[in-house]
């Protein structure tokens, strides 16, 4: 049986929790975390300021794909 894959995040200490199998993989940086370090703002991800401008980007079609735009009016 191979062994757990533990959590990769490397701060003051490094921890020895064992990674989760589904959602412990970051998407940006593909590490291995634990439930505490999953998130890229807990682990210090170095593809953070990517992160952030794809959440800018997807903001910004969604809203303006929701835009409303005023029919013109023709006053005579």
């Given at each position: 049986?191979?062994?757990?894959?533990?959590?990769?995040?490397?701060?003051?200490?490094?921890?020895?929790?064992?990674?989760?199998?589904?959602?412990?993989?970051?998407?940006?940086?593909?590490?291995?975390?634990?439930?505490?370090h999953?998130?890229?703002?807990?682990?210090?991800?170095?593809?953070m300021?990517?992160?952030?401008?794809?959440?800018?980007?997807?903001?910004?079609?969604?809203?303006?794909?929701?835009?409303?735009?005023?029919?013109?009016?023709?006053?005579?």
């Open positions: 049986m191979a062994p757990k894959k533990r959590c990769q995040f490397i701060g003051e200490q490094q921890c020895n929790q064992a990674a989760l199998r589904i959602v412990g993989q970051c998407a940006h940086c593909s590490s291995n975390f634990c439930a505490n999953r998130l890229p703002e807990h682990h210090a991800c170095h593809k300021e990517d992160c952030k401008q794809q959440a800018f980007n997807r903001n910004k079609a969604k809203l303006e794909s929701e835009r409303t735009v005023a029919s013109k009016i023709v006053t005579a």
